[in-house]
């Protein structure tokens, strides 16, 4: 049997009773405190996935980020609130010692084809072979499950550290080793971009997210389709003030289609 | 005594135990069924506003509209999940009749000044008064309750119909009569606007917001100056596809600084 992926060992949930789900932070994928959010992120997409309830696909996913993951086991609770013909609507939370330390909100659906246009483009880039290669800090450790090569933005971790006139960052990434592209390891791609409010100072700062949203627009068709090629990411942020910045991101298909936009609300410090 | 607005009105809730509180639905807030999605997240809005437990102000808010809300008496219950030091995470839904119409989660913080900049710049516009004033249609009813003096986009309600090359909306826009502008206020003119399908084909075709989020960049200072001028709302949408699309949107304040910036997904059909 080939070993599991580090992505889906971190993302495992047994299902112990109905709407409850045991996990395990997993090391190779934590942050400066608890895990990278993206991970989280997307072990509850994983319980949603795995709940047999389930109806359709998620099409959207709202985490947010309450308070520090402990390393040790954790339970997600998952309650498909309403059920309708064609829709579902998911609470979540994931609870550790009795606190909450993540609350959520997701909505799956039966999706039917329609017609199909993009408003928006992938920037111009060079491909992902001739873009410069990220060597991965040794912290924060879930970096070094990503595969990078940045166009732009790589941020105060890379050498290229120094205030810039935004914050966009654009990047060829994927996970490493390679896995085939789904919409657990999607979502926690759509949170792969450090700090916004980093990029643009070109220093670390003290940063977090405080809210992430996933809107999913690749079916399964185009998701096997990527495979484990390396997706195109773009983020920016639209406006810093009061201690928070919005960021603002797209996954492109390395053939320029949108597999996902996301949303996160941040909380940074000068 | 003045007479409340219709907007107090409609989101008024009576607090009937720790986080319960009873709402009503409002006759000159519906829309073709049940209420204005604005007015229903607005009225979460309202309910940490008036929670005793609350701490700091809403920084954001997801609503996912689970399914139809009927006229009469609804219940929302909102639990603050989690406190910290300056963040506060609730979950919240509406609940009519023993279902769950509505969820929600809210992220509440004390804000502390930082740098500030935005990214993004508002379009170059008329002043309101030269933009041209849109006549409400009798229905959906809600839109009497905002006076909109469109710049572009204004879809299949004007005399404007046909389709587009894109679904971008520019209007100013206020509550009518005037009303000075506050959080829960703000918080439905993120969602406003029509749905894009239908600014995008020119035609009216089903459509309806699964989940809406907010994020607030404006402090008490910023809204009080603003007081009940008109704003201006920015909206498109970047992927339509398999019966969904999403809408991002920008609210500004008259002077050009960015209120709040929200995201939405949205069903639709051809």
Redesign the interface.
């Known amino acids: 049997m080939e070993p599991r992926h580090p992505f889906d060992a971190a993302t495992a949930l047994d299902r112990v009773a109905e709407g409850e789900f045991r996990g395990h932070t997993a090391p190779e994928y934590s942050n400066m405190v608890g895990p990278f959010g993206g991970i989280t992120a997307a072990t509850l997409v994983r319980a949603v996935l795995d709940d047999p309830r389930r109806l359709g696909e998620p ?2 996913i ?1 985490v ?1 980020f ?2 520090p993951i402990a390393d040790g086991p954790f339970t997600v609770r998952a309650d498909p ?2 059920t ?1 013909r064609s ?1 579902q ?1 998911w ?1 979540l ?1 994931l609870v550790q010692d009795g ?3 993540t ?3 997701a ?1 799956t ?1 039966v ?10 483009a992938p920037p111009r880039v060079p491909p992902f072979a001739e873009a410069a290669p990220f060597v991965p800090p040794e912290f924060p450790v879930w970096m070094s499950n990503y595969e990078q090569h940045f166009v732009e933005g790589a941020g105060p971790l890379a050498a290229e550290a120094g205030p810039r006139p ?2 966009v960052t654009t990047v060829w990434v994927r996970d490493t080793p390679p896995r085939p592209l789904d919409r657990a390891a999607l979502t926690a791609l759509c949170d792969v971009f450090i700090p916004r409010a980093m990029v ?1 100072t070109g220093r670390l700062v003290p940063a977090g997210t ?2 992430l ?1 996933v ?1 999913f ?1 690749a ?1 399964a068709e185009l998701l096997a389709a990527v495979a484990d090629r390396p997706v195109l990411g773009t983020a ?9 910045f ?1 960021q ?1 991101a ?1 996954v492109w298909s390395p053939d320029g289609v ?1 597999l996902a ?1 996301s ?1 996160q ?1 941040v ?4």
């Open positions: 099409v959207a709202t947010n309450a308070g609130a309403r309708n829709t609507h609470t939370e606190a909450v330390t609350t959520a909100t909505v659906a999706r039917r084809p329609t017609w199909t246009d993009s408003e928006i935004d914050s643009r405080v809210s949203t809107y627009h079916d920016r942020a639209q406006h810093f003030g009061a201690g928070f919005d603002t797209t949108v936009t949303h609300l909380y940074f410090k000068d």
